[in-house]
């Protein structure tokens, strides 16, 4: 289970999952915290699971509920906020040959670019952290609340994404040319057309479309992505893509392998109207 946000400090989403399941009570449960590369740490840990032990299969489920993090009144982030879960499941392959490669790169001395500063340990929620404060372009948030200085964000992924996706295409011995789709984080629209421009991949191998659907579900960006654009090709035919992802950390991710002839892949829309009122 792959999450920012946990239903209660103790225990964590994956054991509420597991009783609300009905689960068998040899079945393993891991919380991971995570955010925008969530889906494809996830990954790793599972393949990681899988290849290490004799697990046959492991369910990695990530969610996001994003609004909760950003203010109605932040035209910086809110606008952009959307909640969404996806549910993997990985399976051993039979063949040797099949496998996923990952690459994974961090930097924490950027971390204040995209931070949500108080609610934790180093910064408890108080009355003082709650107080609203507006900034010089008219939006208002609290400490508790998401801040993001977009251009530092901006900056960080056309200067390493790029190369990350490089890297991950020399280890896992493919090239970049024979990559179907690169199926990423989505956090808008005009990032993604700039970051496809800049690594000279098509536009129609690199969607953009989730966000101003979906919005910004974090971890489950890539799910989200992978159902809306491919999921009935992925029930019948099989792809060599990559997969991205980059966000709060400063974090980069990126896995490469191939995707398809599926048992379901499936996109289902919440009637959700806002962060707060949903339809019954």
């Known amino acids: 289970m792959v999450a920012q946000q946990a239903d209660h400090p103790i225990p964590g989403n994956s054991k509420v999952i597991h009783g609300q399941l009905g689960l068998s009570r040899h079945t ?3 919380d991971q915290y995570e955010n925008c590369i969530g889906f494809i740490s996830g990954l790793y840990t599972a393949c990681s699971l899988i290849v290490g032990s004799g ?8 969610t996001d509920a994003g609004s909760c993090y950003a203010n109605i009144k932040d035209r910086n982030t809110y606008p952009l906020c959307g909640d969404a879960a996806g549910v993997a499941v990985v399976r051993k392959s039979e063949s040797s040959e099949d496998k996923i490669s990952f690459v994974f790169a961090h930097d924490g001395s950027r971390r204040e670019a995209l931070m949500v500063p108080a609610g934790g340990l180093r910064m408890p929620r108080s009355a003082q952290t709650a107080k609203m404060e507006q900034d010089a372009a008219g939006n208002y948030r609290s400490l508790e609340h998401l801040h993001m200085d977009g251009t530092a964000v901006f900056q960080f992924v056309m200067e390493e994404v790029p190369s990350l996706v490089e890297e991950a295409c020399a280890y896992a011995g ?3 040319a024979d990559i179907a789709y690169h199926l990423t984080h989505q956090p808008n629209r005009f990032m993604l057309e700039k970051l496809a421009d800049l690594m000279e991949v098509p536009r129609e191998k690199l969607f953009n479309n989730v966000v101003e659907h979906f919005g910004n579900s974090s971890p489950s960006t890539i799910p989200v992505n992978i159902a809306y654009n491919l999921g009935v090709k992925l029930l019948t035919q099989e792809f060599l893509v990559c997969l991205s992802a980059f966000g709060g950390g400063l974090s980069l991710a990126s896995a490469i ?13 919440h009637p959700g109207k806002g962060a707060i009122h949903y339809e019954e």
């Open 55 to 62: 697990l046959e299969e492991v369910a990695v489920v990530t």
């Open 257 to 269: 392998g191939h995707l398809g002839n599926l048992a379901f892949c499936d996109l289902i829309e």
């Open 174 to 176: 493919v090239a970049k």
């Open 28 to 30: 393993h449960c891991i």
